[in-house]
Structures are given as structure tokens and as C-alpha cells.
């Protein structure tokens, strides 16, 4: 089946044995292919609004698909079902995914997986996890349309993070591709714009920024050796 590389990559992070839940599925393409291409034997695929879910329920009888793929209309986490044990949310903004997360903490009990993509803010995404229990398995990166995206694997159980950890990411650090310095050298360009936009009287924020970018061109240097 057609599916882009992003949603490729996230579906191929699911545990084979799991039940997913795929929040925001849009045209549910993420489930389909766990069903389709990966053999899962049942998926769960929401979104809050009536249009994507039109899409999603024409998509699940074209590739036939009807009796494993479930299409819920619901907000978030309200669409979680029992027995559900993974999560997946991609395309979203990260302070919308701690919104859905937050809301209904109580079904988190059940959940071992998350795996999320956020197009921004991931560093609250990540505090907001280990917050919640759970700690970072994995990390990786894909680039489509020049757009660099970051796809986080949470798993339950707490671990300490220095700042540093956190904000470079844990399992990228250690990674030496060419797509993962590309990917810090674009957070660099921005780090160092920033801090030259910002008011004097933003003194926390410059300490901040200037203790990241120190960290980004220690870790480029280390990358490139
Ligand atoms: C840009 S699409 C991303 C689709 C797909 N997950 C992907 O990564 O390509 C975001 C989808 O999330 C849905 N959405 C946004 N906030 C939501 C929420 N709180 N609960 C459920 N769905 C939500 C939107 O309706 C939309 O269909």
C-alpha cells in the first residue's frame, strides 16, 4: 500500500503483539498499514473531527480492512478501548499532544508505548512523559518534503535525564548519521538567531539559549570527529 516514509517509519516502531490506538488518525493510513503490511490483528484509529473520519472510513473498505481497523469519533484519549496497550500520535503539535495526554492520565495505566511525533515543542513533549512515568526508548529522525521530523518511542518506567540528555535527546546523541547532524545543525541556526533577537531583559531565556547552543556545537564537533 502508499504510505509516506514518515508514517512508515512509526508504523514499523509498533510492536508486532500490541493494540494500538492511533490518535488523530486523519486518513487512518497508520493503522491500515499495521494491519496490512505489518499483521497486526487489530488496530483502533480516532480523530475528533467529522471529515478526516470520512476519509478514514473510505480508505478502511478500500483496502478491505473493515473488521480490524475501528474508527472512533472522539477527543484525544476518550477514544481509548480496553485492551489498548500502545499509542500512537503524529502530526500534531507537541503542546496539543500533552493536552491529550493530560486530560485523561488515567488510561496511561494501561498504556507501555507511545510513540509520538510532534512538529514542535518536543522537549516539553519528553518532560511531559517522564513526568508521567515513562522514559525514552528511542529516537529517530526522517526527512521528507526538506521538513527534518522527530519520532519519540516512550516505555514505561522512570529514568533520570541531565538537561543536556533531554534536550539533545538521549538515543540521538549517539547517533553519527548525516541526517542527525543535518537535524542539530538546524536546531544550532535557530538557537543562535534567537539569542540574537532576544531582549536583554530576557536573562533566564539567554542563559538558556546559550547553554544549548554550547551543547549543539560540543555534540556537531563530537558528530563530525
Ligand atoms: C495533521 S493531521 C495528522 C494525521 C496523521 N496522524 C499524520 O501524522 O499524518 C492531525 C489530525 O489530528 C486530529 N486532531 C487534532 N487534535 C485532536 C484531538 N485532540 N483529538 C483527536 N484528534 C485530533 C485532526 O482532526 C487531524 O485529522
Not at 189 to 213: G, W
Request: a positive charge; one cysteine or more.
Amino acid at each position: 500500500m502508499k504510505i509516506n516514509n514518515r508514517l512508515k517509519t512509526i508504523g514499523d516502531l509498533v510492536p508486532l503483539s500490541s493494540y494500538p490506538l492511533d490518535i488523530g488518525c486523519d486518513h487512518a493510513l497508520l493503522s491500515i498499514y499495521l494491519i496490512k503490511e505489518r499483521g497486526l490483528s487489530k488496530a483502533v484509529a480516532s480523530d475528533n473531527k467529522s471529515g478526516p473520519l470520512k476519509k478514514a472510513l473510505e480508505n478502511v473498505k478500500f483496502y478491505k480492512v473493515s473488521d480490524k481497523v475501528k474508527l472512533v469519533k472522539a477527543e484525544g484519549l476518550d477514544s481509548y478501548i480496553e485492551g489498548i496497550d500502545t499509542v500512537t500520535i503524529s502530526g500534531m503539535g507537541g503542546l496539543n499532544i500533552n493536552k491529550i495526554l493530560d486530560d485523561n492520565r488515567s488510561y496511561l495505566k494501561n498504556i507501555n508505548t507511545l510513540i509520538l511525533s510532534p512538529n514542535n515543542y518536543s522537549l516539553a513533549v519528553k518532560r511531559k512523559l517522564i513526568k508521567l512515568g515513562y522514559h525514552i526508548d528511542n529516537e529517530t529522525l526522517v526527512k521528507e518534503n526538506k521538513i527534518i521530523y522527530e519520532i519519540l518511542v516512550f516505555k514505561k518506567g522512570r529514568k533520570y535525564y541531565s538537561y543536556k540528555k533531554l534536550f539533545l535527546g538521549p538515543v540521538l546523541m549517539t547517533k553519527k548519521d548525516s541526517l542527525t547532524k543535518e537535524y542539530y545543525q538546524s536546531i544550532l541556526n535557530t538557537k543562535q538567531a534567537l539569542l540574537k533577537a532576544l531582549p536583554k531583559s530576557f536573562r533566564n531565556k539567554i542563559i538558556v539559549t546559550k547553554k544549548e547552543i554550547k551543547y549543539l556545537l560540543q555534540t556537531l564537533k563530537d558528530l563530525n570527529k
